[in-house]
Structure formats: structure tokens, C-alpha cells
């Protein structure tokens, strides 16, 4: 089964912090995805990338950074957290032309 | 632009009451339609992916179809263990490109 493991199921930081967000995947997947999730707005791309060390903005990258120093690992960054970055990031990952498949997602509030 | 839209937002069922959630997309070629199932708190769950008009996929009490402009999910004699938020994404035959997700239909099954 393909594992997608996010560091953290529940995070609190405060305003003007850097937070760092992470994710491994045990599956060798090419792609890896990052999204937020907020009631009303569905599941929306902030980061993906294809390879190590590259990557691509999805539609809101706005705020956010990402690495990808190995295959298995992408992080995602909050240079300095805003509240309204107070969401369900969810990560994801897939081979080359196949389904994606997500982590259970770190829920994560800014105050 | 590629766009998903699915209907009912919110869809309530009594045991045992077969219903159908609707998914239509527009898109630049598709490659690819794929349901998630996404239980309160979790990651999204891959069910099927459907690639070609006519194509239709089954697991227990989910059957899903596709044509052209849309997919259907049929929900056979369902249970309360079947309550989820299902999720619609279409990816495009362009490239290796992120899935365009909608923004899912809240299922309830009541016993």
C-alpha cells in the first residue's frame, strides 16, 4: 500500500512565525502535491513538483515556498504565517500519469 | 480552463435508498476522471479512475460512469458507513498536469 506520511496532524504557531510543514511518501513517486482544504473553497494546489529540486506554483503559491532535496521528502513553508494561512494542508503524491494519493493531513492554526 | 463542478453540494439518504452524485468537467482532453472518498478529518481516499466514454468501474455499492461531459457515481442500497465527502478530479492529456478537483458532495446515510 502506498503510504503518504505528513509530520504533524495538528500544529499551532503564531502570527509572523516560519513554519515548516512535512511529508514523506514511501512509494518512489515522481510527483509530489501540496494543498489546503477550507470549507466551501475545496481542495486548492498551493505547490507541486515533478523531480528533486524542482517545482512547480500551483493556483494560491502566494506566502508559501517549497523544497525538494530528495525524491521521498517536500516540505512545504510558511515564510511568516499569517492567520488567514489557518487551514487543512493536505500532501499528496503520485507516479508519472497515476492517481494521486494524500496524506491524512496536518491541520494547522495561526493565531 | 479545465474546471470540475459537482452536484448535490450536500446529499441526505436513508439506508437502503440508491441515489446518483453528478460530476461534470470541461477540459482540454482528458486523460483522466478519478473519485475520492474523503471521511472528517482524513485524506482523500482514490476509489476509480475512468478514462474513455462508455468506461464504468464497480467496488461494493459504488458504481461509476462516464461520458463525455460527465461521470456519475451511483450509490446502490447504501449504508451509514458509506457518509463521506466524495471528491471529482479530471486531469488533462497535456503533459503530466495537477489534478482539477471539485469541491466534493457531502453524503449522509441515515440508519
Known amino acids: 500500500d502506498v503510504k503518504v506520511t505528513q509530520s504533524s496532524r495538528y500544529l499551532v504557531k503564531r502570527t509572523g512565525e516560519k513554519v515548516f510543514l512535512e511529508c514523506v511518501q514511501d512509494?518512489?513517486?515522481?510527483?509530489m502535491f501540496w494543498y489546503r482544504q477550507d470549507p466551501g473553497l475545496g481542495l486548492r494546489l498551493i505547490y507541486f513538483?515533478?523531480?528533486?529540486?524542482?517545482?512547480e506554483k500551483g493556483d494560491i503559491p502566494e506566502g508559501y515556498s517549497v523544497s525538494r532535496e530528495k525524491k521521498e521528502r517536500f516540505s512545504l513553508i510558511l515564510e511568516s504565517a499569517s492567520t488567514n494561512q489557518t487551514s487543512m494542508y493536505l500532501c499528496?503524491?503520485?507516479?508519472?500519469?497515476?492517481?494521486?494519493?494524500f496524506g491524512d493531513g496536518t491541520r494547522l492554526s495561526i493565531l | 480552463e479545465d474546471q470540475v463542478t459537482q452536484s448535490p453540494e450536500a446529499l441526505r439518504l436513508q439506508e437502503g435508498e440508491s441515489s446518483s452524485l453528478n460530476c461534470s468537467y470541461t477540459v482540454s482532453g482528458l486523460r483522466g476522471l478519478f473519485w475520492y472518498r474523503q471521511d472528517p478529518g482524513k485524506g482523500p481516499e482514490f476509489l476509480f479512475t475512468l478514462y474513455s466514454a462508455g468506461e464504468e468501474k464497480e467496488k461494493e455499492r459504488l458504481k461509476a460512469t462516464l461520458t463525455k461531459k460527465e461521470s456519475f457515481l451511483h450509490i446502490t442500497a447504501p449504508k451509514p458507513e458509506d457518509s463521506a465527502t466524495y471528491l471529482c478530479?479530471?486531469?488533462?492529456?497535456?503533459?503530466?498536469?495537477?489534478?482539477?478537483f471539485g469541491k466534493g458532495t457531502r453524503l449522509s446515510v441515515i440508519a
Open positions: 513538483s515533478y523531480d528533486v529540486k524542482m517545482k
Open positions: 478530479a479530471v486531469q488533462a492529456r497535456s503533459g503530466n498536469t495537477p489534478l482539477v
Open positions: 512509494m518512489d513517486h515522481e510527483n
Open positions: 499528496a503524491s503520485s507516479k508519472l500519469l497515476q492517481p494521486q494519493h
